[in-house]
C-alpha cells in the first residue's frame, strides 16, 4: 500500500518532471525564435543566434500545472502613432554598379553623414581612419544620391535593438551592384560582444554557422539604439550624434508592425535626403 508521504513524493517528482519538460519545450521554441530572426538579420542584419530567451522560466510558480502548460497568446502587434512626417517628394533612384569605387576619401580626415529623415535628423560619425572602405563607398553612394528618399525597412525591438536602412528596394534584398570588406572588426568598443548604443554598422551576408559569407556588405547598414549583444562579424563604421540618438528614441517608441519584436517600423522612417560632409 502505498503511503500518504510516498504518494506526496510520487506528485512532486511528476510536478518537477512537468516542470522541466516545459523549460525544455521553451527553450526549443526561443532557440527556434532566435534562429529565425537571427538568420533574416543579414542583408537580411545579422547571421548568428541572438541570446535571448524571454519567458522560457515563467509559470514555474503558478498555483494550477493546466493554467502553467497552458500556450501563451501571442501579443498583438504594436499600434503606436507615427511620430513621423510625411515624406519629401521624390522617388528612389535606380543605380547600380559593377564595382566598388576606387578609395578617394582622405582617411586622416573627420566624415559625417548626415540622415535628414521624415522623423528628424540622424547625424553619424564616421570611422574613416577605422572602415576606409566603407566610408569611401558611403562618400560615393550618397554623392550620386542613392540613399535620397528610401525607407529604413527594419526595426527589431527585442533581444537586439536595431533601426536598419539602406536599401533602395525596401526589402532587405537591395544593394549597389558590389560589395565591400568586412573592416573594424577588432574594434575594443565591440569587446564582450555586444554593439553599443550609437554604433552605426554594416548588414551583411554573414553566416556563423557555416563561416560563409565574409566581405558580404554592401549598404544597407544599422543603427543600435539600445546595447544589443551581436558578435563582432559586422563592420562598425560610425557613431550617432547625441541629437540623432533622440531621433532614434522616438522611432523606437513607436514599435514595430509585428508585434513580435522585428518587423517595419510603425514610424514611417524615410531618408529624405542624405549628404557626407568632410571635415
Given at each position: 500500500?502505498v503511503?500518504q508521504?510516498?504518494?506526496?513524493?510520487q506528485?512532486?517528482r511528476?510536478k518537477?518532471l512537468?516542470?522541466q519538460?516545459?523549460?525544455?519545450?521553451a527553450?526549443r521554441?526561443?532557440?527556434?525564435?532566435?534562429?529565425v530572426?537571427?538568420?533574416?538579420?543579414g542583408?537580411?542584419?545579422v547571421?548568428?543566434?541572438?541570446?535571448?530567451a524571454?519567458?522560457?522560466?515563467?509559470?514555474?510558480?503558478?498555483?494550477?500545472?493546466?493554467?502553467a502548460?497552458?500556450s501563451?497568446?501571442?501579443?498583438a502587434?504594436?499600434?503606436?502613432p507615427?511620430?513621423?512626417?510625411?515624406?519629401?517628394a521624390?522617388?528612389v533612384?535606380s543605380?547600380?554598379?559593377?564595382?566598388?569605387?576606387?578609395?578617394?576619401i582622405?582617411?586622416?580626415?573627420d566624415?559625417?553623414?548626415?540622415?535628414q529623415?521624415t522623423?528628424?535628423?540622424?547625424?553619424?560619425?564616421?570611422?574613416?581612419?577605422k572602415?576606409?572602405?566603407?566610408?569611401?563607398?558611403?562618400?560615393f553612394?550618397?554623392?550620386?544620391?542613392y540613399?535620397?528618399?528610401?525607407?529604413?525597412?527594419?526595426?527589431?525591438?527585442?533581444g537586439i535593438?536595431?533601426?536598419?536602412c539602406g536599401?533602395?528596394q525596401?526589402?532587405?534584398?537591395?544593394g549597389?551592384?558590389?560589395?565591400?570588406?568586412?573592416?573594424?572588426?577588432?574594434?575594443?568598443?565591440?569587446?564582450?560582444?555586444?554593439?553599443?548604443?550609437?554604433t552605426?554598422?554594416?548588414?551583411?551576408q554573414y553566416n556563423?554557422?557555416?563561416k560563409?559569407g565574409?566581405n558580404?556588405g554592401?549598404?544597407?547598414?544599422?543603427?543600435?539604439?539600445?546595447?544589443s549583444?551581436?558578435?563582432?562579424?559586422?563592420?562598425?563604421?560610425g557613431?550617432?550624434s547625441?541629437s540623432?540618438?533622440?531621433?532614434?528614441?522616438?522611432?523606437?517608441k513607436?514599435?514595430e508592425?509585428?508585434?513580435?519584436?522585428d518587423?517595419?517600423?510603425?514610424?514611417?522612417?524615410?531618408?529624405?535626403?542624405?549628404?557626407?560632409?568632410?571635415s
Amino acid at each position: 500500500m502505498v503511503t500518504q508521504e510516498q504518494r506526496r513524493r510520487q506528485l512532486a517528482r511528476e510536478k518537477f518532471l512537468r516542470q522541466q519538460q516545459r523549460r525544455t519545450s521553451a527553450r526549443r521554441k526561443a532557440h527556434a525564435r532566435n534562429a529565425v530572426i537571427a538568420s533574416v538579420l543579414g542583408v537580411v542584419v545579422v547571421g548568428s543566434v541572438v541570446s535571448y530567451a524571454t519567458g522560457v522560466f515563467k509559470s514555474d510558480d503558478n498555483k494550477s500545472d493546466a493554467a502553467a502548460e497552458a500556450s501563451p497568446s501571442p501579443s498583438a502587434p504594436s499600434k503606436a502613432p507615427d511620430p513621423c512626417e510625411k515624406a519629401a517628394a521624390g522617388k528612389v533612384k535606380s543605380l547600380s554598379y559593377k564595382k566598388e569605387p576606387a578609395v578617394t576619401i582622405d582617411k586622416s580626415a573627420d566624415y559625417t553623414m548626415k540622415l535628414q529623415t521624415t522623423c528628424g535628423t540622424i547625424d553619424i560619425d564616421m570611422l574613416a581612419s577605422k572602415a576606409p572602405r566603407t566610408v569611401n563607398s558611403f562618400n560615393f553612394l550618397v554623392g550620386k544620391g542613392y540613399l535620397d528618399h528610401t525607407k529604413c525597412h527594419r526595426l527589431t525591438t527585442n533581444g537586439i535593438f536595431v533601426l536598419q536602412c539602406g536599401d533602395p528596394q525596401g526589402t532587405g534584398m537591395g544593394g549597389p551592384g558590389y560589395t565591400i570588406p568586412d573592416e573594424n572588426l577588432k574594434d575594443k568598443r565591440l569587446k564582450g560582444d555586444t554593439y553599443p548604443a550609437g554604433t552605426v554598422a554594416m548588414a551583411n551576408q554573414y553566416n556563423a554557422q557555416t563561416k560563409e559569407g565574409r566581405n558580404s556588405g554592401g549598404s544597407q547598414f544599422f543603427l543600435v539604439y539600445q546595447d544589443s549583444p551581436l558578435p563582432a562579424n559586422y563592420t562598425p563604421f560610425g557613431t550617432i550624434s547625441e541629437s540623432g540618438m533622440k531621433v532614434m528614441e522616438k522611432i523606437a517608441k513607436a514599435g514595430e508592425s509585428t508585434g513580435q519584436g522585428d518587423g517595419a517600423p510603425n514610424a514611417t522612417v524615410v531618408i529624405d535626403k542624405a549628404t557626407v560632409t568632410k571635415s
